[in-house]
């Protein structure tokens, strides 16, 4: 079974950084383009980041590019997502999924919180 599991998450100040990881079992993150989404309260789900190394895909959404960085590690088969120059607007909670041939896989979510 395909299992993705988001960590990393946390309280920081304005300026701060985190990085968050996800780690898959039961597939290959090769195999899947890979992406994190956010909601904040009273939002929509945005997307915030997406890799496919097959695809040679990226992309960012405007209210992180510059700040957020999203990359991989094969060997342990686990994506990050690198949060720098946190902002209050960033505070969410932060989703990571992979979908391969329109099939989708959710974790379930680890929370930021951005001080101001």
């Known amino acids: 079974e395909v299992q993705l599991v988001e960590s990393g998450g946390g309280l920081v100040q304005t300026g701060g950084s985190l990085r968050l990881s996800c780690a898959l079992s039961?597939?290959?993150?090769?195999?899947?383009?890979v992406g994190w989404f956010r909601q904040a309260p009273g939002k929509e789900r945005e997307g915030v980041a997406c890799f496919s190394l097959p695809d040679r895909v990226f992309y960012y959404g405007d209210p992180v590019k510059g700040r957020f960085t999203i990359s991989r590690d094969n060997a342990k088969n686990t994506v990050y997502l690198q949060m720098n120059d946190l902002k209050p607007e960033d505070t969410a909670v932060y989703y990571c999924?992979?979908?391969?041939?329109?099939?989708?896989?959710w974790g379930q979510g680890t929370q930021v919180t951005v001080s101001s």
């Open positions: 039961g597939g290959t993150f090769d195999d899947y383009t």
């Open positions: 999924n992979a979908e391969r041939r329109n099939m989708n896989y």
